[in-house]
């Protein structure tokens, strides 16, 4: 059985269907590419099924076997579907640490002392050290963002997690030691389903990929089989034969 | 000199007083986005039922007070319900909920006409006396609120930064979605932050009606100050509103022994304005 499963989800704003009639699973344990050219509803996708902002316009979305369509985002997250966003979830007032211990609070519904250590063992996971762990979340670099929304996704101990393009701004570097980070964390038994447009991090990790194209699914499969196929070079350059 | 002191005592009072109007306003605006037009109804509210209970009911200042606060914050989460969160995610909610709290004001200044009318009431003063400063004489209920302020605002600051309910009103304030995504119940700590907010204004309302006359329209004066601090400070943190609250207390206090009573709030006004071209996210706030 899926750990996630989409049944002919949809999702309309007025006129423009953003997410059209997108059926697939994912696997308890596997890592999920998404790719598709920019406005092809992948990101639309993320928030139709963890509910933030909006929900799906029809279809089913079942987690665990169960029905989250039109369940609300929070207890989502607490079922264990997190994710993080494509732009930096930063809260300018609150520390590194802080951000980890709440996720640990209200999504793993752990007490403060436990919290505070689930926090401090994330946050040197994500290699983001004891110094720099009480500073603002504003004052990290681009990296440690990125790493400190997969750390408070992860201190709620996900069984899926939904990566929103955890690449973009990243140097080369930092790719590569976050890929390391996203096979430790799947090989940890965490499903991951990553958005990416930094390619060679996609097909490194991928072990299937759907590419999506004006909010539906344009093809589906092995990852070099996938990006091979004359639809999908098509619909990212636009006509013209790779 | 003792006119100085005078001066500065009085200063003292108003900003403790502006300070507690503003901390209920500023925690609704920092967590929900929304400026409650209706936090001096409330205010008016709590000073009346703690009157009923402690006066009429002839059970004494503090059974007062508690009911006063307690009926604030049923109200605020009532308010919330009913005239805020329904138009959460709407792209004017800021515009919409300006007329519904401005609704929710007018219908507690009516009801309270009609409930109390529209004679004069007053609260007896916690404390009795008068306390002398180096000459200068406050009422033992004006240093009452002089410290207990602070102690308040102290307790609201470890409140909001050394709890984890108080640091999810930060993290809801500061990005809703992403809140969402730790597990935070959004909607529910909207309703806290109200409930919260509408407290503070009960307390205020209270400790109002031992120096002021209580009326259905007592909040409509410290509603119009609480929003100079809270804008003048910047529409931040609570420390913003607080060393708001200190500047036009004491900016207020000097003013009348200078200008007089009649060209004070014209004063305030324009020092207001002056802040706001210079520093547009105001005095203490960030860019």
């Known amino acids: ?242 | 000199m003792e006119t100085l002191l005078a001066t500065f005592v009085s200063g003292l009072v108003l900003a403790a007083l502006y300070a507690l109007m503003a901390s209920g306003l500023s925690l609704i605006w920092t967590t929900i986005g929304v400026f409650n037009f209706a936090h001096g109804a409330l205010m008016m509210v709590g000073a009346f039922v703690a009157w009923t209970v402690s006066e009429v009911g002839g059970f004494g200042l503090w059974p007062g007070l508690i009911a006063g606060v307690a009926t604030t914050t049923v109200l605020g989460v009532i308010i919330e319900y009913l005239l805020i969160r329904p138009f959460y995610g709407q792209r004017n909610m800021v515009l919409i909920t300006v007329m519904t709290t401005l609704a929710a004001m007018i219908i507690l200044e009516k009801s309270a006409q009609i409930i109390w009318g529209a004679r004069l009431k007053q609260l007896p003063r916690m404390i009795e006396g008068d306390i002398s400063i180096s000459g200068a004489v406050i009422s033992a209920h004006e240093a009452l609120i002089v410290v207990l302020a602070p102690l308040i605002l102290i307790a609201l600051w470890q409140f909001t930064n050394r709890t984890p309910v108080g640091r999810s009103l930060r993290a809801v304030g500061q990005n809703q979605e992403a809140a969402a995504l730790l597990g935070i119940n959004v909607p529910l700590t909207f309703a806290l932050a109200f409930g919260l907010g509408a407290a503070l204004a009960g307390l205020t309302g209270v400790l109002l009606g031992g120096i002021r006359f209580i009326t259905p329209s007592l909040g409509s004066e410290p509603l119009i100050k609480a929003m100079i601090v809270v804008i003048f400070g910047g529409l931040g943190s609570l420390g913003a509103t607080v060393g708001a609250a200190l500047v036009i207390g004491m900016a207020e206090a000097f003013l009348v022994l200078t200008l007089g009573l009649y060209w004070t709030p014209f004063a305030i006004f324009l020092g207001l304005i002056a802040v706001l071209v210079l520093r547009p996210n105001g005095l203490f706030g960030r860019s």
Do not use: W
């Open chain 1, 1 to 242: 059985m899926p750990v996630l499963e989409l049944r002919h989800v949809t999702k309309r704003f007025g006129g423009l269907t953003a997410v059209d009639d997108v059926t697939f699973g994912v696997e308890e344990g596997e890592l999920l590419g998404i790719a598709g050219p920019n406005g092809s509803g992948k990101s639309t996708l993320f928030n139709v099924v963890t509910g933030i902002p909006f929900g799906a316009s029809s279809g089913e979305i079942l987690f665990d076997g169960k029905p989250i369509t039109r369940m609300v985002s929070h207890r989502i997250a607490r079922l264990g579907l997190a994710r993080t966003f494509q732009k930096d979830a930063e809260y300018p007032d609150l520390t590194a640490k802080e951000t980890i211990a709440l996720a640990a609070i209200y999504g793993r519904g752990l007490n403060r002392r436990a919290a505070a250590e689930a926090a401090e063992t994330q946050l040197e996971a994500a290699g983001i050290g004891c110094a720099r762990a009480g500073m603002l979340t504003t004052a990290l670099s681009v990296y440690e963002r990125k790493q400190l929304m997969i750390a408070s996704a992860l201190v709620m101990q996900p069984k899926v997690l939904m990566l929103d393009e955890p690449a973009s701004g990243l140097t080369r570097p930092e790719i590569a030691a976050l890929n390391a980070h996203l096979v430790k964390i799947n090989k940890g038994g965490v499903t991951i389903l990553l958005i990416e447009h930094v390619l060679s991090l996609l097909l490194s990790l991928a072990e299937r990929l759907i590419v999506l194209n004006q909010g539906a699914v344009l093809a589906e499969g092995d990852p070099q089989e996938v990006i091979r196929d004359e639809r999908v070079i098509e619909a990212y350059l636009g006509g013209r034969s790779a």
